[in-house]
């Protein structure tokens, strides 16, 4: 038996993941939710999804009775995260929703608590646990295979020139932030799980905005520096003005690099030493067979894909958005 996954929302991510889920082993996309019935009709047609398994954002609720269906995957803009994940821990659905988890600590823990007390498992949509390149980076720096890195530098920024000005992304309500909160986990994260620590510190400031026209609402460009335990620092930027995607670290013997390193790949990286050489991997599929895996078997998924985990990551934004707004160094716990 596989897996079956609802997706919830139907955008642009949403197709890579259905793209994700017909590769995969151990999940099937069984379901949709979605609110345009124009798109309802296409993707039944394309995946062969039963009329009993397609809902809409009213009617999701009575997922509950569907036995067909195993866990949703929430894919709707960051703003809608917290309510459908609360909706399918309610319905007794395991549940994986896309980043940036929510918008504040105090969200993640309902969504954390609810799924605990259905019974059901939660996961945050962190492909690049299961990518060789990062997997690399991350045993690089924990085993400080170079010794102690001193220093991360992580950016990422997409030109959003162009973009139409009532896109869901420019928008508080619905994105939460700018480029910090749609860009700025994967920055966070890599610094996090390349050190294996949790920062204790932040400064951050916000950057000039160069299109009046569109940011209106959220920040077009954050900087930050965190500070780690061993005296390790990490600096980024995110930003909506011009495209970089890129990882650094430099430790006392050398360094280690992703150039393109946070986006979807193809990823090209190197040490100090050689140039890596690391298969292009379907990410969505290689992140739905790690858990659809563990779920089928019963067993507790990792802690490094957790709600836990996108709560930390979260932890983290609102220190970045506080010390920008207040231009003071601000202290993690
Ligand atoms: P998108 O705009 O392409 O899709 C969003 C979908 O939600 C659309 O189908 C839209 O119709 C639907 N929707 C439902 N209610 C809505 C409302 N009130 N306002 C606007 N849209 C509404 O966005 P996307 O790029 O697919 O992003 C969806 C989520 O996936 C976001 O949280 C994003 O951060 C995340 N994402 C993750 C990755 C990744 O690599 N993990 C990549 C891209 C996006």
Known sequence: ??????????????????????????CTLAGIITGTPEKAAAWKAKYNIPDKNIYNYENFDKIARNKDIDLVYVVLPNGLHKEYTLRAAKAGKHVIVEKPMAFTVADCQEMIDACRKAGVQLAVGYRLHYEPHHLEIKRLGQEKVFGPVRLIEASLGYNLAGTPPDDWHLKKALAGGGPLMNLGVYCIQSNRYVLGEEPTAVTAQFGPVTMPELFTEVEENISWQLQFPSGAIGTSTTT???????????????????????????????????????????????????IGQLILQGQALPSHISGEEGLKDIRVVEGIYEAARTGKRVALS
């Not at 929302?9 to 993941?17: P, T």
């Not at 430099?250 to 298969?279: Q, W």
Request: charged share 20%; proline share 4%.
């Open 240 to 290: 909506s003005n011009c495209n970089i995607d890129r990882f650094y670290a430099a430790a006392d013997h050398g360094f280690f690099e992703l150039s393109p390193g946070l986006s979807y790949g193809p990823f090209k990286g190197r040490t100090s030493e050689k140039a890596f050489n690391f298969p292009v991997i379907n990410q969505q599929a290689a992140q739905l067979d790690g």
């Open 1 to 26: 038996k596989k897996l079956n996954v609802a997706l919830c929302g139907l955008g642009r991510y949403a197709n890579i993941l259905a793209k994700g889920l017909a590769e995969s082993e151990y």
